[in-house]
């Protein structure tokens, strides 16, 4: 499976969540309602602050940090965006998921997602945008576990 991206070459366009997240001052927050209302200020969307936010935790001190390497994919962001050197083809069942609203998997971009995965199949959820799993949990869930299940 593979959730709202193609295989093609992306233009930047997260400097927005970079400099929201950076803007953290995590020792400053006391609670995950402090960390939303500043990342407020950067992020205007709940849902994505919310999906954003998963990846803060609590210390053992009660401090929060991040989970993830932010400057670690802060720093190697441009080297994500130049894709990848795709050859060869993946011949066994493949389902690409997009968001409705998202501009990720455009309907142009099947042919070249078929060339490489020559049977795709593309499931849209509908009023959805990029962080199509978490903009609509429950149907992503039930899109997977239905396409899995499949496969047996």
Request: charged content about 25%.
């Amino acid at each position: 499976m593979v959730v709202d991206i193609a295989p093609k070459v992306y233009p930047p366009g997260h400097d927005d969540v970079f400099a929201g997240l950076r803007a953290l001052d995590l020792p400053t927050l006391h609670s995950r309602q402090d960390a939303d209302a500043a990342l407020a200020q950067h992020l205007p969307d709940l849902v994505l602050r919310q999906f954003l936010l998963k990846n803060l935790e609590r210390t053992e001190s009660g401090a929060f940090r991040w989970r993830i390497n932010l400057n670690g994919i802060r720093d190697n962001y441009h080297e994500m965006l130049k894709g990848f050197d795709l050859t060869g083809t993946f011949s066994k069942s493949t389902l690409f998921i997009r968001g409705s609203d998202s501009g990720y998997i455009k309907e142009n971009d099947f042919v070249a997602i078929r060339k490489i995965f020559p049977h795709a199949q593309l499931t849209t959820i509908p009023g959805t945008g990029h962080w199509v799993h978490a903009e609509a949990p429950r149907e992503f869930a039930r899109i997977v576990i239905e396409f899995l299940t499949s496969q047996e």
